[in-house]
């Protein structure tokens, strides 16, 4: 099986950092995605201070992952150099998906928080990592290695699989 059957969120995590090397790994695999018309429209900003950790961990309810990260990817969606109206939130969706999966291949834990498009997230974002205006705050990812096992599951449906028409 493909490391896409064993990706799952991993919350919590081990003292250990992340070398710089392996979030190195990580971003080369977020910028290698797909993205309408090639536009490769994203900024990463690396967050490892223990207090930057900490403010974003309490920006909502479920961030409180971010905390004890080794690391936090954050990834921004560019508005100047998306080319297609309205596929940007595509394009970025493709990139943390890598993310994740290189995580995984490497032996790390990462989960995705969701930021973008809830306005009151991505502006606490936006003022505390002074994000210019032409930026989407998209998503918190952590990483760090996993303090946890877990089990993955198939979650193949044949009920949502339709042949030739709806
Ligand atoms: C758009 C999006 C937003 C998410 N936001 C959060 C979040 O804020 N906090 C969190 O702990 N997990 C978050 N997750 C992770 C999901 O809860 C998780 O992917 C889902 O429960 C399936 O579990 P799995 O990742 O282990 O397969 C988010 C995932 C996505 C794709």
């Given at each position: 099986?493909?490391i896409i059957?064993?990706?799952?969120?991993?919350?919590?995590?081990?003292?250990?950092?992340?070398?710089?090397?392996?979030?190195?790994n990580l971003?080369?695999?977020?910028?290698?995605?797909p993205?309408?018309c090639?536009?490769?429209p994203?900024?990463?900003?690396?967050?490892?201070?223990?207090?930057?950790?900490?403010?974003?961990?309490?920006m909502?309810r479920?961030?409180?992952?971010?905390?004890k990260?080794?690391?936090?990817?954050?990834?921004l969606?560019?508005?100047?150099?998306?080319?297609?109206?309205?596929?940007?939130?595509?394009?970025?969706?493709?990139?943390?998906?890598?993310?994740?999966?290189?995580?995984?291949?490497?032996?790390?834990g990462?989960?995705?928080?969701?930021?973008?498009p809830?306005e009151d997230?991505?502006?606490?974002?936006?003022?505390?990592?002074?994000?210019?205006?032409?930026?989407?705050?998209?998503?918190?990812?952590?990483?760090?290695?996993?303090?946890?096992?877990?089990?993955v599951?198939s979650?193949?449906d044949e009920?949502?699989?339709?042949?030739?028409?709806?």
């Open positions: 099986m493909s059957f064993k990706r799952h969120s991993v919350r919590r995590f081990t003292d250990e950092k992340v070398s710089d090397e392996l979030i190195n971003l080369r695999a977020g910028m290698q995605a993205s309408a090639n536009a490769q994203w900024e990463f900003i690396v967050v490892s201070k223990d207090e930057d950790k900490l403010a974003i961990s309490k909502h479920f961030a409180g992952p971010a905390a990260a080794s690391h936090l990817i954050i990834t969606g560019n508005l100047n150099e998306s080319k297609v109206h309205g596929m940007i939130e595509q394009d970025l969706g493709a990139c943390n998906e890598n993310i994740l999966l290189q995580a995984t291949h490497e032996g790390l990462a989960v995705w928080l969701g930021f973008h809830i997230r991505t502006f606490k974002l936006k003022e505390y990592l002074e994000i210019p205006d032409y930026c989407i705050p998209f998503s918190v990812i952590c990483v760090g290695y996993p303090a946890h096992e877990s089990e599951k979650r193949y009920s949502k699989v339709h042949f030739d028409r709806f």
